[in-house]
């Protein structure tokens, strides 16, 4: 498999680390600390994660990268969601391939995660469109943004 199979992203680029093992490509996750599956969401995942350490500021002590939450009685998956101090979501983050347009449906989708998660901050992206918004739950509605502030913990916003 050839690396240029990947189609370039709208983020910065990264130094990316890359391995085969039995005719697969690997990239290194820095956050869970090990080797995934190249697949293309994986690509947004990772340029996605640096994106959010190296260009935004957030802790990637504090990230979680593909945990479950429970929803509804349901498990679901998160690709990226970033806690605050006391260990709650802070920032929900949803990733697709590139090839999977951002639509309403994507869009709700996240929505429904944080019912659960109760976020201040959104993002969905499929690496060729990124859409923020930040929460205000006073007026149930979602305040969208041109781009994710840098990290500050809550009360310091």
Same mark, same amino acid.
């Given at each position: 498999m050839q690396f240029c199979t990947m189609v370039e992203l709208e983020f910065p680029k990264y130094p990316l680390r890359f391995k085969s093992r039995e005719n697969k490509r690997l990239?290194?996750?820095?956050?869970?600390?090990?080797? $995934?599956?190249?697949?293309?969401?994986e690509w947004?995942?990772?340029?996605?994660?640096?994106y959010l350490v190296k260009d935004k500021g957030y802790p990637a002590g504090r990230m979680? $990268?593909?945990?479950?939450?429970?929803?509804?009685?349901?498990?679901?998956?998160?690709?990226?969601? $970033?806690?605050?101090?006391?260990?709650?979501? !802070?920032?929900?983050?949803e990733c697709k391939a590139p090839s999977v347009a951002i639509t309403q449906e994507v869009f709700d989708q996240i929505a429904r995660y944080n019912m659960r998660a109760k976020a201040r901050y959104l993002m969905v992206t499929n690496g060729l469109l990124h859409i923020f918004c930040r929460?205000?739950? !006073?007026?149930?509605?979602? $305040?969208y943004l041109r781009e994710l502030p840098p990290y500050s913990p809550p009360g310091n916003t």
């Open positions: 990239v290194f996750d820095f956050v869970r600390k090990k080797y $995934v599956l190249l697949q293309p969401e947004v995942r990772q340029h996605c994660l640096h979680l $990268v593909e945990r479950e939450l429970l929803v509804s009685g349901l498990r679901k998956r998160v690709d990226i969601a $970033v806690c605050n101090p006391q260990g709650e979501i !802070d920032l929900l983050v929460m205000d739950y !006073d007026s149930q509605q979602y $305040v």
